[in-house]
């Protein structure tokens, strides 16, 4: 793995050249990355302070941002070249992507909260039910893979369930349907100290196990020795210099 | 489509808000369709306040005015019509039936009408429906009575009761034919005409009761008392010099306008013929414009009603956008959150129409009869007509435009949130 083979590079997961991002095209850049790269499979820790352009970065990987200049490509698909639309559509196709907090919509069940991206894709539907036989039993099995095994649990409004659990079903439906790319943005941060490194061990276990890339954006430096690679924006982040 | 199923769900969620949304929609959904209507059945009640009657004669005065003192009993008649023209009037060839109309006299208020047998068989109103008598029978007698259902009802009068004729017209009149008392005959079911609140008796009774009256008030000693009066009556010395007003009918309407000219040309007296249904449209064209009125804030309670709805989707807007930026997260579009907001919005106008037609349907089923036995008015339990029909389709539009209004607004908040949960 020291030497990058010059001829038949691997296809990155996620390629930045030049990119730039401004909020309005009269604004000066508040991103500007010259390049970045990460392979399929990969673990990044993205490290940085509040204001280092981290919500950015992740509007644009997950495609909720336009990309204002330069390159962005996403599992070779051009970011900066799709519509707002087709954005969406490979979010929905390609992208898990688990907040901070208050992951679930309340008037819907465990299940329900789990299963909501099959609705949205019709490629995670298909493969959550190649995987699970049906979209529920899917999700049970993932719930299950995430401790969150009891019946019990899954049959109350998911606004009494634990912030840890919370969590936990936000994690199974970034998983529900194998997207390629995991994007967690400090989901531990609501958590107890001590059930945090709970949190990214499991969602490890379920990256390794589908070949994810996950890209995890945290403050919590305690963290950081666990994954392949840590990026600290604010060295990355020319605009923020 | 997936998220109107996510709407659905989000709106079972809330709903109890939603359910008072609904409910001020469906009742003022409610009130627009009955007052359009009521309005119609008080219309078509007004335009038919007289029918199967082709012309109405009095003296030369203005065609409401005759209107008025004629049909609905208001005011007075600038002049009478002499017992000569109207035989004359009477025995013209295309007249096939006539009905000599005398006013002047009330009892507590309410006017009395002289006028004849003709009258019960051939008044006609609302298209072509007859006056029945609820109890009792025509006047027989000379001092029988026979009165319109509100007269009987807010006076509280049953067959065979006693009552007194004020001279003149006013409520209060120190002038009353005490000598003669009048006896109920008859009382007439409802019509919601001007013939509920009128006392008829007989052409020869008006007569009667002015004898000795002929200064404008009881001459001491040459009032004969009623015995002497009955018995005048039956020398026919009691007919009428004069009356104040026709109802005509033709044995042809081919010849209410030859008829009409006829007798506005009569040579002895200057005489005036109306056609009822002219003149009736006329005076609705003037006082038709309370009911537009009413038809006009029935429609402002719908719009208030809409307005509920847009501030109860606007406020729960700021709730929502978790939900909203929840939704993007896993792939949905703005285009997905303008419709989560719509679909909301169309489904809780769409049913609150429904349900209001619904109410609107039980409540002329269960309060029918009483508006037809207290107001004479027959409204129909058909389905909804092409207007109401219209304006069905206005409020559900309106409640679109409503869920778009509000669906914008939620649509530039996920494009300018993101995936950033505010809270």
Redesign the interface.
């Known amino acids: 793995m020291t030497a990058v083979p010059v001829t038949s590079p691997a296809p990155a997961a996620i390629a930045i050249r030049d990119l730039r991002f401004r909020w309005r095209a009269d604004l000066p850049p508040v991103l500007v990355i010259d390049a970045l790269d990460i392979q399929p499979g990969e673990r990044i820790f993205i490290e940085g302070p509040s204001g280092s352009g981290k ?1 950015t970065l ?2 644009l990987l ?1 495609g ?2 336009p990309v204002s200049d330069g390159a962005l490509t996403v599992l070779d698909q051009p970011l900066n070249r799709l519509s ?2 087709e954005r ?2 490979f ?3 390609h992208v898990g ?1 688990v ?10 069940s465990m299940l ?1 909260n789990v299963t ?2 099959c ?3 019709r490629r995670r539907r298909a493969r959550a039910l190649a995987r699970g036989g049906s979209l529920n039993a899917e999700a049970v099995r993932l719930l299950a893979h995430l401790d969150l095994d009891d019946p019990g649990l899954r049959a109350r409004p998911v606004t009494e369930l634990s912030v840890g659990q919370q969590q936990r079903v936000a994690a199974a ?1 970034a998983l529900i349907g194998a997207p390629e790319i995991l994007i967690a ?1 400090e989901p531990t941060s609501a958590l107890d100290a001590d059930r945090r490194a709970g949190f990214v061990e499991l969602l490890f276990r379920e990256c390794r196990e589908a070949g994810l890339t996950l890209v995890f954006v945290s403050h919590d430096a305690s963290l950081e020795g666990l994954f392949d690679r840590t990026l600290r924006l604010a060295e990355l982040n020319r605009a923020a210099a | 489509m ?2 109107l ?2 709407a659905w ?2 709106l ?2 809330r709903r109890f808000t939603a359910l008072l949304t609904l409910l001020s929609i469906a009742f003022s959904v409610t009130l627009l369709i009955g007052v359009e209507r009521l309005r119609g059945e008080v219309r078509e009640g007004f335009t038919n306040t007289v029918s199967g009657t082709d012309l109405i004669v009095g003296a030369r005065s203005g065609p409401i005015n005759l209107l008025l003192y004629a049909v609905f009993r208001i005011g007075n008649a600038t002049n009478n019509i002499s017992w000569e023209s109207y035989q004359a009037i009477a025995n013209l060839p295309k007249v096939a039936w006539t009905i000599p109309l005398a006013l002047g006299d009330s009892h507590r208020g309410f006017r009395v009408l002289g006028t004849t047998a003709t009258y019960f068989a051939h008044f006609r109103y609302s298209r072509d429906r007859g006056l029945a008598l609820a109890q009792g029978e025509p006047f027989a007698d000379l001092y029988d009575a026979v009165l319109g259902s509100e007269v009987a009802r807010t006076l509280g009068y049953r067959l065979g009761d006693p009552i007194v004729i004020a001279h003149g017209t006013g409520d209060v009149s120190f002038a009353r034919h005490t000598d003669k008392p009048f006896r109920v005959a008859g009382i007439l079911a409802p019509t919601g005409t001007p013939v509920d609140r009128t006392v008829h008796v007989s052409l020869a009774a008006i007569e009667a009761i002015h004898v000795g009256w002929e200064s404008g008030a009881a001459a001491p000693g040459r009032s004969p008392d009623a015995a002497q009066t009955r018995e005048l009556a039956a020398t026919g010395a009691l007919t009428p010099k004069a009356i104040t007003a026709v109802l005509v009918g033709l044995k042809s309407r081919i010849a209410t306008f030859q008829v009409q000219r006829a007798v506005n040309d009569y040579p002895e007296e200057p005489l005036l013929a109306i056609l009822p249904g002219v003149a009736l449209a006329d005076l609705w064209r003037l006082i038709g414009i309370g009911e537009r009125a009413l038809l006009a804030v029935s429609a402002a309670v719908v719009v208030v009603g809409l307005f509920g709805m847009l501030t109860a989707l606007l406020t729960s807007l700021n709730e929502r956008r ?2 909203m ?12 959150v303008l419709a989560l907001i719509l679909g909301e919005a169309v489904f809780l106008t769409l049913v609150g129409a429904l349900l209001g037609v619904a109410l609107l349907y039980g409540v002329l089923l269960l309060g029918g009869p009483l508006i037809t036995d207290r107001l004479g008015l027959v409204i129909g339990i058909g389905p909804p007509s092409p207007a109401e029909g219209l304006l069905l389709a206005a409020v559900v539009a309106a409640g679109v435009l409503v869920g778009l209004i509000a669906g914008y607004r939620a649509y530039r908040l996920s494009l300018s949130d ?4 505010r ?1």
């Open positions: 919500t992740l509007g997950s909720v941002l707002a639309v969406d559509h979010r929905a196709d992507y907040f901070q907090m208050f992951n679930l919509i309340p008037y819907l329900d909501l991206p609705r949205f894709s439906r943005d | 997936p998220i199923i996510l769900k989000s079972l969620n978790r939900e930026a929840i939704l993007r997260s896993v792939g949905a579009r703005p285009a997905h993101g995936l950033l949960i809270v």
